[in-house]
């Protein structure tokens, strides 16, 4: 599992961002293991790919 530091710096964003999107609920899935969030590295892959855009016109 990993920290929002972590997930942050794989992802290229600020932590403060994370935590925005975990308000908001539209980042990956984040889960809390005693008093602190964690991560699943399969689950931030599968969000990342999800936000993926193609464009077909080319």
């Not at 925005?20 to 609920?25: D, H, L, P, S």
């Amino acid at each position: 599992m990993a920290t929002p530091a972590e997930v942050a710096a794989y992802l290229g964003v600020p932590v403060k961002t994370l935590y925005q999107w975990k308000y908001r609920g539209i980042g990956p899935n984040v889960h809390k293991v005693g008093r602190h969030l964690r991560y699943r590295w399969h689950e931030v892959d599968v969000w990342l790919n999800a936000q993926a855009t193609y464009d077909l016109a080319v």
